[in-house]
């Protein structure tokens, strides 16, 4: 069973709206989480790290973590065209300063 | 500032020959790290080098083996390879608490 679920997509958002990106992990002692974005044949860009319960906000991006339900999530306000990548939820567990990423989802924000 | 560097950027191979993929980082951080992403199964940890003269195998180690040169350096070798390693290939570093920064990947494929 991989650690860190994605929903593969692809998840399809108009312009201008709200895309919400979700993601769960198994190990209740993962201690932090990133949200990174890639673009088609590009490498993983960090666009969000999140420590603790509750939600923390960067311009148009807000992660939101829920560490009873074992639930973190990305949301990105006023979508574009140029959000349209794949995004990857990392978890970090302590052990050996190593992340387990889930496989993404792909995001299309359509005109 | 370059990063994380990545070379070659692309590379064939036929099965059986050796190759090194190197990787440079010039943020001063301690922990490296060596990934493969393969569609469908999102990024795989192949070794990693929490810190200079340490390393330690990852999910996916057999085949590979890495040489940790010197903080800022840190290797991938492919003794003989196989039709299986075709994938890309991503190092990364990070300081702490585990925001990892990408270089821009290692296309290699095996025929």
């Known amino acids: 069973q991989k650690e860190v679920e994605q929903n593969s997509g692809p998840l399809s958002v108009p312009e201008g709206a709200i895309a919400s990106l979700n993601c769960t992990y198994s190990?209740?002692?993962?201690?932090?989480f990133f949200w990174y974005r890639q673009y088609s044949g590009k490498s993983p860009e960090l666009i969000m790290s999140?420590?603790?319960?509750g939600d923390k906000e960067d311009g148009r991006f807000t992660a939101q973590l829920n560490k009873a339900s074992q639930y973190v999530s990305l949301l990105i306000r006023d979508s574009q065209p140029s959000d349209s990548a794949t995004y990857l939820c990392?978890?970090?567990?302590?052990?050996?300063?190593?992340?387990?990423f889930g496989t993404g989802t792909q995001l299309k924000v359509e005109l | 500032n370059a990063g994380v560097t990545q070379t070659p950027k692309f590379q064939v191979l036929k099965t059986g020959q050796s190759m090194t993929l190197q990787c440079a980082q010039d943020?001063?951080?301690?922990?490296m790290y060596w990934y493969r992403q393969d569609p469908g199964m999102g990024l795989r940890l192949i070794y990693y080098?929490?810190?200079?003269?340490?390393?330690d195998k990852g999910e996916v180690p057999n085949g590979y083996n890495v040489s940790r040169l010197n903080k800022r350096e840190f290797s991938l070798r492919l003794e003989s390879a196989a039709p299986s390693q075709t994938s890309v290939y991503f190092c990364?570093?990070?300081?702490?608490?585990?925001?990892?920064?990408f270089g821009p990947g290692t296309r290699l494929t095996v025929t």
């Open positions: 999140i420590y603790s319960n």
């Open positions: 190990d209740r002692g993962s201690q932090s």
């Open positions: 990392a978890a970090y567990t302590g052990g050996g300063n190593k992340l387990t």
């Open positions: 990364a570093s990070s300081e702490l608490p585990n925001e990892q920064y």
């Open positions: 943020m001063n951080h301690n922990s």
């Open positions: 080098s929490a810190s200079e003269g340490t390393t």
